[in-house]
């Protein structure tokens, strides 16, 4: 099982990034799949999610209205699109892989994870 983040890199506040994650060894749309982020020295905290057909999404408070979870299945890939980055933004950003049939927000309700790519947004 791998999942490759990518994208990460060095955006001003008010700017814009994607994010990507390739899954591999898995059969990828049996899960639903999850961003999550951590800022240096903080614990890891939830971005969003979305089903195993893409249909539905969910987000945290905080990225609500600026990012934008999408999946392809015959890809094997999910997506992370953010905008009106903040600094608060800043931190390394992780997918992840659930099997559970509901949306978990809950790091514990993953079972596949990702290294993590590393988003830093300036002021």
């Known amino acids: 099982v791998q999942l490759q983040a990518s994208g990460g890199g060095l955006v001003q506040a008010g700017g814009s990034l994607r994010l990507s994650c390739a899954a591999s060894?898995?059969?990828?749309?049996?899960?639903?799949m999850g961003w999550f982020r951590q800022a240096p020295g903080k614990e890891r905290e939830y971005v969003g999610s979305?089903?195993?057909?893409?249909?539905?999404?969910k987000y945290a408070d905080s990225v609500n209205g600026r990012f934008t979870i999408s999946r392809d299945n015959a890809k094997n890939t999910v997506n992370l699109q953010m905008s009106s980055l903040k600094p608060e933004d800043t931190g390394a950003y992780y997918c992840?892989?659930?099997?559970?049939?509901?949306?978990?927000?809950?790091?514990?309700?993953?079972?596949?994870w990702g290294q993590g790519t590393l988003v830093t947004v300036s002021s």
């Open positions: 979305t089903s195993r057909t893409g249909r539905t999404t």
């Open positions: 992840a892989a659930s099997s559970s049939f509901l949306i978990t927000t809950m790091a514990s309700g993953y079972d596949y």
């Open positions: 060894g898995f059969t990828f749309s049996n899960y639903l």
